[in-house]
T-cell receptor, first 114, second 114 residues
Framework: AQSVTQPDIHITVSEGASLELRCNYS??????LFWYVQSPGQGLQLLLK??????LVQGIKGFEAEFKRSQSSFNLRKPSVHWSDAAEYFC????????????FGKGTRLHILP | DAGITQSPRHKVTETGTPVTLRCHQT?????MYWYRQDPGHGLRLIHY???????DKGEVSDGYSVSRSKTEDFLLTLESATSSQTSVYFC?????????????FGPGTRLTVL
């Protein structure tokens, strides 16, 4: 069965520092992969997505993610975080061809130190 | 913004009362979804719809029903609300085309069952 693991519940980084949020998935073939961000009291906003092709995906707000098949990972990165990046981040995995099969990780809460 | 609105945005109700949440979209997307979000669980799929009057169950459908009589509206009903249904509820639509299926979310409804 599909599953998504975000190993870090909370991460704290200083403003201006680099960021990497981890996401590991379990799926037999190449899934669809997504990262969403949720600010407090808000809905989920799509940051980026991977379906096929180039394994390094660029998203909005300066984020990127790299699909590594050998590691079953889709880690999210940003070279320099801003205080406004403080939010909760969700990795999600979709099964191509399935209407209902998008599984979300439990989220990583990002805290930014001034 | 995928033209999704949810109403009400906040609701407090009592155990045993019926509650209906509405999701409205303006872009004629075929697929619509209801999720609930709880701390430590991420997002979990309740029900989804793949067309007018076509719905199916998700991971946590017990105690919930849905209806879709028009493309633009997807209703979630709690027939007899329980305290365990206190949660934040998100509606989503799915865009599609060239196999690039992506879900976009509404702003959410915070439901408290006393």
């Amino acid at each position: 069965a599909q599953s998504v693991t975000q190993p870090d519940i909370h991460i704290t980084v200083s403003e201006g520092a680099s960021l990497e949020l981890r996401c590991n998935y379990s799926y037999g073939a190449t899934p669809y992969l997504f990262w969403y961000v949720q600010s407090p009291g808000q809905g989920l906003q799509l940051l980026l997505k991977y379906f096929s092709g180039d394994t390094l995906v660029q998203g909005i707000k300066g984020f990127e993610a790299e699909f590594k098949r050998s590691q079953s990972s889709f880690n999210l990165r940003k070279p320099s975080v801003h205080w406004s990046d403080a939010a909760e981040y969700f990795c999600a995995v979709g099964e191509p061809g399935r209407d209902d099969k998008i599984i979300f990780g439990k989220g990583t809460r990002l805290h930014i130190l001034p | 913004d995928a033209g999704i609105t949810q109403s009400p945005r906040h609701k407090v109700t009592e155990t045993g009362t019926p509650v209906t949440l509405r999701c409205h979209q303006t872009e004629n997307h075929r697929y619509m979804y209801w999720y609930r979000q709880d701390p430590g669980h991420g997002l979990r799929l309740i029900h989804y719809s793949y067309g007018v009057k076509d719905t199916d169950k998700g991971e946590v459908s017990d105690g919930y029903s849905v209806s879709r009589s028009k493309t633009e509206d997807f209703l979630l009903t709690l027939e007899s609300a329980t305290s365990s249904q206190t949660s934040v509820y998100f509606c989503a639509i799915r865009t599609s085309g060239s196999g690039h299926d992506t879900q976009y979310f509404g702003p959410g409804t915070r439901l408290t069952v006393l």
